[in-house]
């Protein structure tokens, strides 16, 4: 049986500098992976005073660690139309790039006790209905979601690596793109009639406080539609995708 307790720290790009690359955005609150790792610390620490030691470790070794990394590293940096990372990386560096951050980051929650991480991958980014306004509504962005796959592909095998060299850790890579793709491509099965657009306002640009009850245009029922918003789904969407999560890549560590 699943035991749901648990902590979310945030979500938050890979990269340690997004935050300041968009100091003057709306998504200047975020915060960087490794402040989340400081906040691992502090909650370790909360933790042993109120477990004890030996009990504390135990808990930070079972529990299930679920990172999701990358989407918003290429939608809202690499890809903006107000980054000038394209001038520093090329695609494939760039995902070399997030790839050895997210190494990195893997090999400190482990120092810190983490046994069992579990990565939902990226979805295919190139069907979020802010990239296909791109194609004007025609279809899904190819390019973006062929980023999808490398990366995943490249988190694969660091995770092979990792779990070769790395004493006692489980490693899981969710194959959610192929999943998420086939929700796209067959709504019907899953109960949606609209994928292409999110649910609040116009549902091609729009997210995060841009969308509430009173966003012109926005639709009566959201179980109709994937998406939210022009990137985030709805809460139906969420619950069919946790629900694969926790029937496929995440058993494995029960």
């Not at 915060?31 to 691992?40: A, N």
């Not at 482990?110 to 979020?128: D, E, P, Q, V, W």
């Not at 990792?162 to 086939?182: E, N, R, S």
Request: aromatic share 16%.
């Amino acid at each position: 049986m699943w035991d749901y307790w648990g902590v979310t720290v945030t979500i938050t790009p890979i990269e340690p500098t997004s935050s300041i690359r968009f100091s003057n955005h709306w998504w200047k609150s975020v915060i960087p992976l490794w402040k989340q790792v400081e906040f691992f610390k502090e909650y370790q620490t909360r933790l042993v005073s109120y477990l004890g030691v030996d009990r504390a470790k135990e808990t930070i070794s079972e529990a299930v660690y679920a990172i999701s990394i990358a989407t918003n590293d290429f939608i809202e940096n690499y890809f903006a139309f107000t980054s000038n990372r394209f001038l520093e990386f090329t695609v494939d560096e760039y995902e070399d790039y997030l790839v050895g951050l997210t190494r990195e980051f893997i090999i400190e929650i482990y120092n810190l006790g983490a046994r069992k991480i579990g990565f939902t991958g990226m979805s295919a980014m190139g069907c979020l209905p802010m990239e296909r306004s791109r194609n004007f509504m025609l279809e899904c962005v190819q390019d973006y979601n062929k980023v999808a796959r490398d990366f995943n592909t490249k988190v694969q095998a660091m995770c092979e690596e990792l779990g070769a060299t790395l004493p006692g850790i489980q490693l899981k890579v969710a194959q959610l793109y192929d999943y998420f793709l086939h929700i796209i491509q067959n709504p019907s099965l899953y109960g949606f009639e609209n994928v292409e657009v999110g649910c609040c306002a116009t549902g091609l640009f729009e997210m995060g406080f841009l969308c509430n009850q009173w966003s012109p245009f926005t639709c009566t029922d959201a179980t109709k539609y994937a998406f939210w918003d022009a990137v985030h789904p709805t809460e139906k969407m969420s619950r069919i995708i946790a629900d694969y999560l926790l029937n496929t890549t995440f058993l494995h560590f029960i």
